[in-house]
């Protein structure tokens, strides 16, 4: 997010039990943030990162804070986010599972084609991403989520790049860029992570 | 459903599954990337290196492990568990060297794995082992073998195979590219092993490891040195073959 492209224009803050810090009033970045980016080119795409745990009895005040009291229907949604694989319930085993692999929920007035088959029963969406779904069917907004279900604890090259095909999608197609070198840059940003553990070899 | 039949590991539930064992088989996932050989007159095991920390010393993070002079193996999984077994095997070989004056075959000793391996999967209070292991050497008739272990306790002996993360395309790639005449030639088997693993190594060859024992030869461990001089023929022959391809 420090390449220059993007600004950053805002922050929510909140505190829940899942925070780890105990002081609710002087919190960090890391600890409780979502912070806002606007795109410098086209400042009509912002871009929400939100990395800390938002407890189920503040989504909706989050919800309405983001959008405001009365959304409005021309704005388009895309939600990204990951599960482990071993939450997909399906009849196959989760050993032939082609982990990582993306699934789509999308809402009714999202018409646009989505770029990996849908999210079957009995699966659900969990936490944020279902509360912001949940939130633009209500308010008639058109949203999707790409949910990634992988096989690692840690973020690492190979879930990221399940997510590739979402770039080819008609809502973010104008702002992909087609870069032969995306593999390299992704994994330098990955290798700056990977402290290893030592439990497996 | 799962959650009450996956505590005890001597518990099936009610459409037979071992819970435990299937998750310990999805602790072998998290070990990685380690292939494993036959040629005609070689057996080639190779694995992807851990990226070690700074300050840590790079020869205690091995995943290849001589269990005799004549039988090696690799494992994928959890590191503690896989030293208590190779330990086992060790003491196993040497006891049966003094015991029946032969050394091991290996499918002997793949089975002494096995069979360890499944002990733990029937006991009460234990978990089973989380590894899986690729055993390769030479039995006194001067044939090659391969064998494969996992956690439940089966073992079966491989042309070619791969286990730990990344495995199912390891073996897709192994599948199309194993041929009579890809494993004819000790070079070529060693290539090929090479190839493999950088289908799914992420920093090429020098996250690589690579051993080989030949037919009435001790294991050997090539050095870093060796493999990017492999990976570089690879690197011109792949660059020759698609410079065919674009001339025509």
């Not at chain 1, 949604?77 to 599972?97: A, M, N, Q, W």
């Not at chain 1, 990996?116 to 659900?124: A, F, G």
């Not at chain 2, 037979?16 to 380690?34: D, I, P, R, W």
Request: aromatic share 8%; proline share 4%; with cysteine.
């Amino acid at each position: 997010m420090n390449s220059g492209v993007w600004e950053e224009v805002g922050c929510t803050k909140l505190w829940n039990e899942w925070c780890r810090t105990a002081d609710t009033v002087h919190l960090s970045p890391a600890d409780a943030f979502c912070v806002f980016y606007q795109l410098k080119s086209d400042p009509s795409v912002l871009l929400c990162q939100c990395s800390c745990f938002v407890a189920e009895d503040q989504q909706y005040q989050w919800l309405e804070k983001v959008f405001g009291s009365r959304p409005r229907k021309t704005t388009k949604i895309t939600v990204l986010t990951c599960r482990h694989v071993t939450e997909y319930k399906t009849s196959e085993s989760v050993g032939s599972l082609p982990s990582p692999f993306l699934k789509a929920l999308k809402t009714q007035h999202f018409r646009d084609p989505v770029c990996c088959s849908l999210l079957e029963q009995p699966n659900i969406a969990h936490g944020l991403p279902a509360a912001v779904l949940s939130y633009c069917q209500v308010w008639k907004i058109p949203a999707v989520l790409y949910l990634c279900y992988t096989d690692v604890m840690k973020l690492d090259l190979i879930t990221v790049e399940a997510f590739k095909p979402v770039l080819s999608c008609s809502s973010l197609k104008s702002l992909a860029k087609n870069i032969p070198q995306s593999t390299d840059i992704l994994k330098k940003l990955m290798t700056a992570e990977g402290t290893q553990s030592n439990i497996y070899t | 459903m799962a959650s009450r039949y996956d505590r005890a590991i001597t518990v099936f539930s009610p459409d037979g599954h071992l819970f435990q064992v299937e998750y310990a088989q999805e602790a072998v996932k998290k070990g990685s990337t380690a292939v494993g050989i036959r040629g005609t007159n070689i057996v080639v095991l190779g694995v992807e290196k851990k990226s070690v920390a700074k300050l840590q010393d790079e020869r205690t993070v091995r995943k290849i492990c001589a269990l005799d002079d004549h039988v090696c193996m690799a494992f994928a999984g959890l590191t503690a568990d896989a030293r208590a077994v190779i330990n086992r095997a060790r003491v196993e070989c040497q006891s049966h060297k003094l015991t029946v004056e032969d050394p091991v075959t290996v499918e002997y000793i793949t089975r002494f794995i096995a069979t360890l391996k499944q002990k733990y999967t029937q006991s009460n209070g234990r978990r089973p082992f989380g590894i899986s292991a690729l055993i390769v050497g030479f039995d006194d008739d001067g044939i090659p073998r391969l064998y494969q272990t996992d956690p439940s306790g089966t073992y079966h002996a491989w042309k070619a195979n791969a286990i730990g993360r990344s495995a199912k395309t390891v073996r897709e790639f192994l599948e199309k590219n194993y041929t009579e005449d890809a494993i004819s030639n000790d070079n070529e088997t060693i290539k090929l092993a090479i190839r493999a693993l950088l289908e799914v190594v992420q920093s090429g060859g020098k996250n690589i490891d690579l051993a080989i024992i030949r037919r009435n030869q001790p294991l050997k461990m090539f050095s870093a040195k060796e493999i990017e001089l492999q990976v570089t023929e690879i690197e011109k022959e792949k660059e020759e073959a698609e410079k065919k391809k674009s001339k025509k």
